[in-house]
T-cell receptor, first 110, second 112 residues
Framework: AQRVTQPEKLLSVFKGAPVELKCNYS??????LFWYVQYSRQRLQLLLR??SRESIKGFTADLNKGETSFHLKKPFAQEEDSAMYYC????????????FGTGTKLQVIP | ETGVTQSPTHLIKTRGQQVTLRCSSQ?????VSWYQQALGQGPQFIFQ???????GRGNFPPRFSGLQFPNYSSELNVNALELDDSALYLC???????????FGPGTRLTVT
């Protein structure tokens, strides 16, 4: 069975400080991993996916298969980064299944 | 381009009743996924439809069923409602099964 773990319910950082939102997964196959973000009163939206290897809004995430992790990082937090962040795993091809973590609320203190 | 829409916005039902939730996918998208999000939890995958066929399912009982229509809009049906079915139900559409999902605003279901 696949599982996604986000150990922190709430992460508070000061503006300008580095941010790391943790995500660990368990899955026997080769996963596809995502970070989704939900800003206040907005819809859930894709932030980034590991296969695209992009940096979005200054955030990056590297898939570490050895540690089964996909942590989200940003060197300098901005107030507008305050939101709910979800890590998600999707199986490949054929019959698909998506698993979300429980989410981490990021609070950037001015 | 119209985004993903869901109806109704809110719904109150009694235990044992049946409910149908609706989702209109974004223009050109042939894949729709449904999620249940309980308070304080992440979205839980219910199922996915691709070109009118179910091609993925999470750990939900058979009383959760769905349909996708030729225009790729979709319905989620829940029979024999239970109190624990109270949640936000999210629909997401994508261009195809491997592409980015675009979420709707959700339907808030309350079962009393």
């Amino acid at each position: 069975a696949q599982r996604v773990t986000q150990p922190e319910k709430l992460l508070s950082v000061f503006k300008g400080a580095p941010v790391e939102l943790k995500c660990n997964y368990s899955y026997s196959g080769s996963p596809e991993l995502f970070w989704y973000v939900q800003y206040s009163r907005q819809r859930l939206q894709l932030l980034l996916r590991h296969i695209s290897r992009e940096s979005i809004k200054g955030f990056t995430a590297d898939l570490n298969k050895g540690e089964t992790s996909f942590h989200l990082k940003k060197p300098f937090a901005q107030e507008e980064d305050s939101a709910m962040y979800y890590c998600a795993l999707k199986t490949h091809g054929g019959y698909q299944k998506v698993t979300f973590g429980t989410g981490t609320k990021l609070q950037v203190i001015p | 381009e119209t985004g993903v829409t869901q109806s109704p916005t809110h719904l109150i039902k009694t235990r044992g009743q049946q409910v149908t939730l609706r989702c209109s996918s974004q223009s050109g998208h042939n894949t729709v996924s449904w999620y249940q999000q309980a308070l304080g939890q992440g979205p839980q995958f219910i199922f996915q439809y691709y070109r009118e066929e179910e091609n993925g399912r999470g750990n939900f009982p058979p009383r959760f069923s769905g349909l996708q229509f030729p225009n790729y809009s979709s319905e989620l049906n829940v029979n024999a409602l239970e109190l624990d079915d109270s949640a936000l139900y999210l629909c997401a559409s994508s261009l195809h099964t491997g592409s980015e999902q675009y979420f709707g605003p959700g339907t808030r279901l309350t079962v009393t």
